[in-house]
């Protein structure tokens, strides 16, 4: 029996495999969370740089001094003593539960983020894995919920959804539908566009009427890539779970929490968690909503 038959035979082995390559995709993912921001904050000073005649100093990028900073260089090291990460160290969720959540050299404490972010990471996997089961649908739906996990603490810190992931997203989810995957090419189409325009639309409307910026531009992309996976009839029962949400969140953090009012809140998080529940039920939902409301 090769390998293939076998998945397509024993889900648990499928189911397994999947949770397992979704835990070490999740420890890849903090990296990303990590660096992909500063990356972005480095180019643009490389970009303001080359028209400053004189630049400060100060401002000189990693890449300007010789030094590389990518994804994959430099290792991951402590921020505190600057030890190297061992390959031992860097077991998704266990080591960090080995070391007690601290630095192996320094015994500086880590965060609780790192195997948070590997254990949601695998966790969804594993559901995906389960739901689909083994095809198409299952595999693609790995990179649906890995880059919109990685999208969801990049705004969480930054406030930034960056276009290297919501960009290759929108195209690569016209590109699952092609073989209708999960919703027709036709309605995959229209979703990214629809996705796009609904909160353009939302956006443009509430700085006429306030003169303030309600939202990113990176939630019009992040809204089209749902729209290119999942379809155009799922759009709005996304954007009405993300806004429940994100006010039920807004007012806690208010109320509980003592955040200002003029304290902007992502909005990506939301889009991306109403996003995963369009994945799974989105269609179900859908259809009870119409049936009883015909």
């Known amino acids: 029996m090769d390998l293939l038959q076998l998945l397509q035979t024993t889900p648990m082995v499928f189911i397994t495999l999947c949770g ?43 890449a300007q001094t010789g030094s590389r900073y990518n994804l994959l260089v430099p290792r991951s090291a402590c921020p505190s003593c600057g030890h190297q990460i061992r390959a031992i160290e860097n077991i998704p969720v266990l080591s960090y539960l080995v070391l007690r959540g601290r630095c192996a050299q320094c015994k ?8 948070i972010v590997e254990a949601l990471t695998g966790g969804l996997s594993v559901f995906a894995a389960w739901h689909f089961g083994f095809g198409a649908a299952a595999l693609t ?19 930034l959804l960056p276009d290297s992931i919501t960009q290759p997203l929108l195209w690569l989810g016209l590109l699952v539908n092609f073989s209708g995957t999960f919703t027709s090419l036709q309605s995959a189409v229209i979703g990214a566009v629809a996705g796009y325009l609904i909160l353009w639309s939302v956006y443009w409307l509430f700085k006429l009427t306030t003169g303030k ?18 379809g155009w009839q799922v759009l709005p029962l996304t954007i009405l779970l993300s806004s429940l949400v994100g006010a039920v969140v807004g007012i806690t953090l208010i109320l509980f929490a003592g955040r200002g009012r003029q304290i902007p809140i992502p909005f990506g998080p939301y889009l991306a968690g109403g996003g ?19």
């Open 20 to 62: 397992l390559l979704g835990l070490m995709v999740g420890s890849f993912l903090n990296v990303v969370i990590h660096r992909l921001p500063r990356m972005m904050e480095q180019e643009w000073r490389e970009q303001c740089a080359s028209l400053d005649a004189d630049p400060d100093p100060a401002q000189t990028s990693p």
């Open 108 to 115: 500086t404490r880590i965060s609780p983020r790192y195997p």
């Open 141 to 159: 739906s790995l990179v649906f919920i890995w880059a919109l996990i990685a999208l969801t603490f990049i705004d969480f810190d930054t406030q």
């Open 213 to 230: 910026e309600g939202m990113g531009f990176g939630d019009f992309k992040l809204l089209a890539a749902i729209g290119a996976w999942l």
């Open 276 to 294: 995963l529940i369009a994945l799974f039920w989105g269609q179900s939902i859908t259809q009870a909503y119409l049936g009883v409301a015909l």
